[in-house]
Structures are given as C-alpha cells and as structure tokens.
C-alpha cells in the first residue's frame, strides 16, 4: 500500500504531522473532517463488494463530459443542466446495515441520509476538484477494495481551477470520513487517479436552507 504523498509549501507546516496515512494531520487542519480507517471489518467490506458489483453501475456523465468512474445513485439524480436534485429510487434495503451503521458513527438519524452514490474508480480514475452540490449538506465517504489519495484545497471563488492541493492523505479500504460544516463548505477536495480498483459508497444528508 503507498504512503500518502506529503505536501509542504515554503513556511507552511507539514500538516500531516509524524504518521502519514492516518488522517489525523488533515483532522486537525481542517475544522468539520473526520476520518477513521477501521470503521468495517473485512467480512463487512466483503459483502458490500459483492452488493456494489451485482448493481448495474454505468458511466457518470456532467453535461456533455463523461467520467471514467461508473455508478449509480439513490435517493435523487442532479440534473446539471437545470441545476436541480430529480426524484430518485430509494437506498435498496440491503443497503440499509451499511447507512445505519454510518449514521451511528456520524451522529446522524439514518434517515437523513437520504441520498447515496456508488461509483467504482478503476485504475487511473481520478475525481476532479469539487464541492459536492448545494442541495446536500453532509457527506459521509466509505472505501472499499482499494486506497485512494483525497486532496484538499481553500475553496475561493473565481481561482484558478489549476491551483494545487494545500493537503492530501491516505483513504484506506474500509475507512470512512465524513465533511460538516467548514469542511464542506470552505475547502474544494478530489481524488487522484488511483492505482487499483476501488469502490466508494457516498452518503448525504439533504440541504434545507438557502446555500
């Protein structure tokens, strides 16, 4: 398994601290991350790869791009042209140990989380810099199979879509983190392309206020 890369600009402290990979640098450096890399046993990471390989997960298009990952969501699709969350089937009930479970461990009602993505990031696929859309407000990430390098940046409007990460760190298979408050709002993150297949189950809780 690689060690997540360091990043250290001139007078900025490494901010992953003395263990690389653990999450705990980004923890602290970014107000509303958590991160924990032992949230399922391998008997529990089993099963939901055998649940996200039986689902019919296709290529992810954002207007007139389409992605290298596949997947398919629950609980409402974006529409990116008219920029609204459409209807959508609910989480399948075999879904429902995993949100309830990552609910507990977020301090969240299963309930709220309303909307899941499952996407599979084969090798070299790489998630381009985002926030996740306004019509969420928590995200809650779960990794399956393979580790993926996150990345995090200062969200600033107008800024060149170029800039660099400011940090990044280690997302191991069977972790899981969850973006709140600073977190989701003031920082862009991304995945770079990773180097063996891996899963993601991502879990939202719906926005009910005015972005």
Known sequence: MRAARRLQHAGQPD???EVAGTGEGP???IEGLRYDNDFLSRDEEA???RIVQGLPLKEMRYKEYTARRRGIGFGGSYD?????LKPGAPLPDMLHPLRDKAAAWAGIAPGDLTHALIAEYRPG??????RDVPDFEDIVGV???GDAVMQFRPYVPGASASRPSALEFLVEPRSIYVLRGPARWDWQHAIAPTETLRYSITLRTRRHRTP
């Open 15 to 17: 901010l992953f601290g």
């Open 27 to 29: 923890v602290a450096a």
């Open 47 to 49: 099963e939901l790869l």
């Open 80 to 84: 990116f042209d008219t920029h609204r």
């Open 125 to 130: 696929t790489p998630l381009g810099w985002h």
């Open 143 to 145: 990794s399956l199979q």
